[in-house]
């Protein structure tokens, strides 16, 4: 896990420096300022902007590129990255569950001049923490873990912006953006080496292939 986290010393850095800045907001502002701050530079441009964001941690995307990945590129690494995600997922639910948290909508339901968007489904409950932002920190650091080097800070850009969005959208709050990316950091970093593990059974040759290639033979 060790020699994990130094071969990808950038996206840590660079998740860490996130979290401070969410440290930051969370010990000097109250739970609903920063969101309404946000909220005052709404327009259609970044409307559009962050609800295409968001979908970078939707379960969807994910399905849809791991099913890639798992027909054209490894089937070990599909898997890999699979049951990391699946994991988290359980885990994230359980934590909602857990804290029942109400989501913005009922936070400001006194609060005038509040701005959503339209023509998108706004969320009243189970905000804490955030599911999108949690899979795409997960998404982002296990496709870091394989990927070249020159694509993290473009990976982690990608898991930010996720988080920011689910602020900019009025679905979640600061501390619900801050743990769900910790959540997700820390168990895809402790669940990832496990599975990766060169005595795991995923290590077969017959898994080192795409599963195209595999059916081919």
Known sequence: MIELIKRNK???LLTGLFWLACIVVLLTADKGTPLLFINRYHDTLLDYFFVAMTYFGDGLFSAVFLI???LLVNIR???VVTITFLSLVLVIQALKFTFLEPRPFIY????QGVYYI??????????FPSGHTAQAFCFALCVCFYAE?????????LAAFTGLSRMYLLQHF????FVGSLVAVAWT?????????????LRRAAFNQSLVSLLKK
């Open 77 to 79: 690494k599909a898997i």
């Open 108 to 111: 400001f339901q006194e609060t």
């Open 149 to 157: 080097k020159k694509y993290t800070v473009f990976l982690f850009l």
């Open 10 to 12: 950038l996206f840590y």
């Open 189 to 201: 970093t402790l669940i990832f080496p496990l599975l990766e593990n060169r005595e795991s059974f």
């Open 174 to 177: 600061p501390v619900d953006v």
């Open 118 to 127: 339209p023509w998108l489904e706004i969320h009243k409950f189970n905000s």
């Open 68 to 70: 890639g990945i798992l």
